[in-house]
């Protein structure tokens, strides 16, 4: 029998999973088709990285962990055998996903003209030490 992948989850109900007999993770945001909800135990044992990382975000939000560490279309099609259905969100939370989601993107989006403030900062220090050594 399939599982049933269109199972709303709670965020109460994932947290109770977060045991190494019993482990569920969240993973997914509005960029992957949103949050979903897998049951990992028995694949603790198999994760390449080891089950201490998995068991670490068990009953947790996983999706940032899981996308920074930049797993493969292999892995991807691996965590899609655990899904065990999607999470449950309230209008309140869907709508701090979504205030987080463009407060990133805007933060990356302002990152560069941060770095040109930075590079212009040590350039006026090195010219003002060069000028200090050439006074002396």
């Known amino acids: 029998m399939a599982p049933n992948t269109e199972r709303e989850i709670t965020l ?7 045991k190494q007999d019993d482990c569920w993770l969240i993973i ?5 088709g949103g949050p979903k909800v897998y049951d990992v135990t028995k694949y603790l044992d198999d994760h390449p990285g080891g089950a201490e990382v998995m068991l670490d975000v068990g ?16 892995a ?3 965590l899609k055998k655990h899904q065990i259905g999607v999470l449950k969100l309230s209008p309140e939370e869907i709508a701090r996903r979504k205030a987080e989601a463009e ?12 770095n040109m403030i930075m590079l212009i900062v ?10 200090k050594t050439q006074m002396a």
């Not at 109460?12 to 977060?18: N, T």
């Not at 009953?59 to 292999?74: P, R």
């Open 122 to 131: 040590v350039l006026v220090a090195v010219a003002l030490g060069y000028y």
């Open 76 to 78: 991807r099609d691996e």
């Open 12 to 18: 109460e109900e994932v947290a109770k999973h977060d």
């Open 28 to 32: 997914g945001n509005a960029n992957t």
């Open 59 to 74: 009953g947790k939000d996983a999706d940032e962990f899981f996308e920074d560490i930049g797993h493969s279309n292999d």
């Open 103 to 114: 407060a990133a993107e805007a933060a990356r989006a302002g990152g560069g003209s941060m």
